[in-house]
Every structure is written in structure tokens, then in C-alpha cells.
């Protein structure tokens, strides 16, 4: 085979080859962060214990911004290269379309604040007396059918979108615009609802369930779901049926004694 020869005075493009020596490595364990540091050859010299915040301070050289975020945020957390975006909703008088049976009835009611969460497609949303300023103001379970016990809403056939900067207020919308009926709510609540609609203001001595706020903001909650079986997490496989639990109950009876 002839020889492709190359063009007098051209010389060929040097071929790019990264630099897989390492300066720095960071291991890290359940308990503790390490560095490790390598000399020019790429073998490694020391290895120390540091703190997460030293390494995440490290990398706010290459810079990082948030963008426009929704009014009201919370808190803003990026993992595993996915949002979570909390936000609070101001308490005030709300529309609710009330699924009874075959009749889909209307009630404008009082309704406290609420934080309200979205992390990919799942949604969690917590009643918030005030505006939490502090790790420990208390959060309580939402007054609204449809969410469980944990603050995880029960999306059903809403097309919930993909949280995001520019997508949780739309979520926000759905779910108070969306039709609310049984599912997750004993009567209780239902007539809470109900005996509200000449009422001007939510009476905060119904919240229930108080949690810090850190422990939503962190995810530090342990209740488990519950609710219809094969939702997204929902069935925690305790042998509890979730439906009469949502109607009757811990206990299975439908009175409050």
C-alpha cells in the first residue's frame, strides 16, 4: 500500500491527551471527609480529615448562580444534579372544588400558610402558621384531603410538572385547582372544610402534627406514607390497610373516641 505523504511544511495537529495525573482526591465515607494530596508524578503524599464546607467552599471558585428564583423561596437545594425548591404560600381565602360523590361542589374558605416543596415530579406541602424565619419554627400536616400524613401529595391523574425555577408556581396551581375528594381525609376534615365558608381567617388551633421546619427542609421526617396501594412510595407493606386508615383511623372505628 503507497504512503500518503505528508504536505511539505504542514505539520500534523497534535493529538489531545488529558491530563489523568491527580494533585487532589477526596474520599468520601459515612462519617468523615478526607483529602488526599499527590505529588507531580500523581502518588500521594498526605491524607487528612476536612470538613464538607471546606470542600464546597473550595469549588465556589468555578462559580455558580441560581437564576431568577420563584417569589417567596425558602430554599433552593441541587441533588444528584436535581432541584428542590421550597417555597411559601401566604394564608388567605381559597376556591376549593369538593368531589362529594357524583356532585362536584365549590367552597371558598380560609386557609392557613403552607410550605410547599417539589423535588422531580413528587410534591410535598406542609400547613405553616407563619413564615418560618428559623430551623425551628413548626410546620404542621396539611388540613387538605389528598395529602398523606407526611406532607406527600397524592398526585393521582394531575399532570404535575417536573419541578423547576420556572414550573413550581404551575404546581402550585394544580394542586389547589384540582378536585379533592375522600382520598386521604376523614370526615374530620371534610367538615373542618365545610363549616369554614362564612369564616374570614383559618383557626390555627386545628393544625396538628407540629415538625421543626428543619426536619422538611432536610428531609428528616420518618413517618411513613400512607395511602393507595401501588402509589409512588405510598404503601409501606406494614400490613396497614391504607384506605381504612385514610376513612376509619388507626384504630379502624370512624368516631374520635
Request: one cysteine or more; a negative charge; hydrophobic letters at 35%.
Amino acid at each position: 500500500m503507497p504512503k500518503t505523504k505528508n504536505p511539505a511544511g504542514r505539520k500534523s495537529a497534535p493529538v489531545f491527551e488529558p491530563d489523568r495525573i491527580p494533585r487532589a482526591t477526596i474520599t468520601l465515607t459515612d462519617e468523615s471527609v478526607w483529602l488526599t494530596r499527590h505529588d507531580r508524578t500523581g502518588a500521594p503524599t498526605a491524607t487528612y480529615p476536612v470538613s464538607a464546607a471546606s470542600v464546597a467552599n473550595a469549588f465556589n471558585q468555578f462559580g455558580a448562580s441560581t437564576g431568577l428564583l420563584p417569589a417567596n423561596t425558602l430554599f433552593w437545594q441541587s441533588r444528584g444534579g436535581q432541584l428542590r425548591i421550597g417555597v411559601y404560600i401566604q394564608p388567605g381565602r381559597r376556591t376549593l372544588h369538593i368531589r362529594l360523590g357524583n356532585k362536584l361542589e365549590h367552597w371558598t374558605v380560609p386557609l392557613p400558610g403552607f410550605v410547599f416543596i417539589g423535588s422531580g415530579a413528587h410534591y410535598t406541602i406542609h400547613a405553616a402558621p407563619a413564615r418560618p424565619v428559623s430551623d425551628a419554627d413548626p410546620l404542621y400536616h396539611c388540613p387538605l384531603p389528598n395529602v398523606y400524613y407526611n406532607g406527600r401529595i397524592y398526585v393521582g391523574t394531575v399532570p404535575f410538572p417536573v419541578c423547576g425555577m420556572d414550573t413550581i408556581a404551575q404546581a402550585i396551581a394544580l394542586f389547589f385547582e384540582s378536585e379533592f375528594n375522600h382520598d386521604l381525609a376523614d370526615a374530620d376534615t371534610l367538615n373542618l372544610l365545610k363549616s369554614l365558608r362564612d369564616k374570614r381567617t383559618f383557626p390555627t388551633k386545628h393544625l396538628s402534627s407540629p415538625i421543626p421546619f428543619a426536619d422538611v427542609m432536610t428531609e428528616r421526617r420518618t413517618t411513613s406514607d400512607y395511602g393507595p396501594i401501588g402509589d409512588q412510595g405510598g404503601d409501606d407493606d406494614d400490613g396497614i390497610d391504607p384506605y381504612e386508615l385514610a376513612y376509619n383511623g388507626p384504630d379502624g372505628d370512624d368516631d374520635d373516641d
